[in-house]
């Protein structure tokens, strides 16, 4: 079949409107999504994402209230895979349609989600906003899975309004928390790597949670973030930009 084919199918199938009516909504869907001009073409004519597309199209003319999508983004290139993810944006904004959307991919969450659900063999583990799951994992599976990589396990006291945190297994070292906790009890504090600024310097601040260190194991050149291990006593995972970091290979330093 070719693209209208396709994309007309479910309709033909169920025969819900006629055929000029399911012409007309083929048409007007092929156009959200770019392909308008390939409808006379056949799928093992087109690349990977005009695939992508025309698979959503499919789906989407049906004006279903749920729309599952599993992984749709995953085997794209990273133009196309931005360009559809616009397109996600523009279909939801469009049909209002409920789309739960599998994916593994950090950046696609941010972009779509307005809630997260993070599941581990079956069982959903936590549910919230996109922030209240990245800054506020409810346990070491949920933190480890979005990346928070600094996890510290210890006892927690109350002194003037803030919590004190007592690292298990170091010589005494604590950090501070603003969330209250209960007297004595065991806590794990988590803290994000792009949440920590580093300086050569020291720096003024009114930050309570301020350490000085040694870099260890080097410094990560991941692309876009550079990963420093920094330890102060208690072991820092941070992540600045290029920008922020002059590597031995730079000329601006």
């Known amino acids: 079949m070719t693209v ?6 479910g309709l033909k199938n169920r025969k819900l409107p006629p055929p000029d009516e399911i012409a007309k909504k083929v048409s007007e ?49 990273g133009q196309t895979r931005e360009r559809l993810r616009f397109e996600l944006q523009r279909l939801h904004a469009t049909y209002q349609t409920t789309i739960i959307h599998i994916t593994h991919n950090f950046e696609e969450v941010f972009s779509l989600a307005s809630r997260v659900a993070v599941m581990h063999q079956g069982t959903i583990m936590q549910v919230g906003s996109p922030d209240e799951v990245f800054r506020h994992p409810n346990s070491d599976f949920v933190a480890e899975f979005v990346g928070v990589q600094n996890i510290f396990r210890g006892t927690c006291t109350v002194a003037d309004g ?14 501070i928390c603003s969330s209250l906790c209960t007297d004595n009890a065991d806590v794990t504090a988590t803290i994000r790597p792009e949440d ?19 870099i260890t194991g080097g410094v990560a050149d991941n692309g876009s973030m550079v990963r420093i291990n920094v330890d102060t006593g208690l072991p820092f995972i ?15 330093g």
Do not use: C, K
Request: hydrophobic letters at 45%; zero cysteines; aromatic letters at 4%.
């Open 29 to 77: 869907v092929a156009e959200i999504f770019g392909i308008g001009h390939l409808l006379h073409r056949y799928p093992n004519t087109l690349s990977g994402g005009e695939q992508q597309r025309a698979a959503i199209s499919r789906a989407i003319v049906l004006e279903p209230s749920i729309l599952l999508l599993d992984e749709p983004l995953s085997a794209l290139d």
């Open 196 to 214: 920590i600024m580093i300086s050569r310097t020291p720096v003024e601040s009114t930050a309570r949670n301020s350490f000085a260190g040694i």
């Open 238 to 252: 941070a992540a600045v930009t290029r920008q922020g970091v002059v590597l031995p290979w730079s000329r601006s």
């Open 4 to 9: 209208a084919e396709n994309i007309g199918f």
């Open 162 to 175: 803030l919590s004190e945190i007592t690292v298990n297994g170091t010589d005494g070292a604590h950090l």
